[in-house]
């Protein structure tokens, strides 16, 4: 179990009297749970998201975004001790962040050429095992150092490939997610510059999430501009990262539809920098029939 938290968020843009933007966000979400995170538009929605996964346009000015994990969050191969148990994301890279369980949406590497999905996932898919593995490895050192002549009898430990996940190996794994997400073998196969569709890159975002296996997702609008067929798949997919690994999903969104299919556990208001509203699924439903005309006057009342 890991939980996602932030503190008093405070959070503006990175220049000289750039303007503020986060102004005391706080907010918490665990390993499991589904929370959207609604707003009208311009009320610092992607800022959050962005400052989570440690975008450079932003500048923290107050608070915190802790990440806490339990004892056997990434199983049996990495050992949490008690003092790796809470990690302060602001002060780490964005790939350690990624490392430590957080899923920060897809990066599209367009100038490569010639890469497969495939080989663009397992790439990925190694490079946060071996990030990982580095983020907890001092405690560790040790134990590997009186290890040491038993390395070559463990495929996972092999000094040439350090661990890799294989070209067979990962084929197993893609296919068995992509069954899971009921997704077409053809993705596997497409190349990363081949010109994906709006509705294909938000599938091949939770395809990336599925391979990945965070413990938390933050998936910003990516119900945005998709037909209804696609954000059907969207949404399973969506569902079955929750479902099937145990994902926290925080799903940012300005409208209320993708919330039919993938049913939020929390629902939070997002206006002028603040959480403003929270509740469950029946606050969606309310928004969707009223605006945010109503958030803003409690909250002007209530000021
Ligand atoms: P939302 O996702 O809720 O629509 P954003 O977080 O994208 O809102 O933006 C919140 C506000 O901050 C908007 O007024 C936007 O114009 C401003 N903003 C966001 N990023 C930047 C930036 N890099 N430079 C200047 N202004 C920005
Ligand atoms: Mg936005
Ligand atoms: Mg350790």
New binding site residues.
């Given amino acids: 179990m890991a939980t996602l938290q932030l503190n008093n968020l405070h959070a503006k843009v990175a220049e000289e009297d750039g303007e503020k933007i986060l102004d005391g966000v706080d907010l918490e979400v665990k390993s499991g749970e589904i929370h959207a995170l609604m707003g009208p538009?311009g009320s610092g929605?992607?800022?959050t998201?962005k400052v989570i996964a440690g975008h450079p346009a932003y500048e923290v000015t107050e608070g915190e975004v802790l990440l806490h994990l339990e004892e056997g969050e990434f199983g049996d191969e990495i050992e949490i001790d008690e003092d790796d148990r809470t990690w302060n994301l602001l002060e780490l890279e964005p790939n350690e962040r990624a490392a430590l369980g957080i899923f920060l949406g897809f990066q599209y590497p367009a100038e490569i050429e010639g890469v497969t999905m495939t080989n663009f996932l397992r790439t990925a898919l190694n490079a946060k095992i071996e990030e990982r593995e580095e983020l907890f490895e001092e405690d560790d050192e040790e134990e590997a150092e009186s290890e040491d002549e038993g390395y070559e009898t463990s495929p996972m430990e092999g000094p040439a490939d350090d661990g890799d996940i294989g070209v067979s190996e990962f084929q197993e794994i893609l296919r068995e997610k992509m069954e899971q997400l009921e997704m077409d073998e053809k993705f596997a196969h497409r190349y990363l510059n081949a010109g994906f569709s709006g509705g294909e890159k938000k599938q091949n975002e939770v395809l990336q999430a599925a391979i990945l296996e965070p413990s938390i997702a933050v998936l910003?609008?990516i119900d945005s501009g998709l037909d209804i067929d696609r954000l059907q798949d969207v949404a399973n997919g969506i569902n079955a990262l929750r479902d099937e690994q145990g994902t926290g999903i925080l799903q940012?969104t300005?409208y209320q539809r993708i919330l039919d299919y993938v049913e939020p556990d929390h629902v939070h208001v997002m206006l002028d920098g603040q959480i403003a509203q929270s509740g469950d699924a029946e606050l969606a439903e309310k928004l969707e029939d009223e605006g945010y005309d109503w958030v803003r006057e409690q909250v002007y009342e209530t000021a």
């Fill in positions: 538009n929605k992607s800022t998201a910003d609008e940012i300005h």
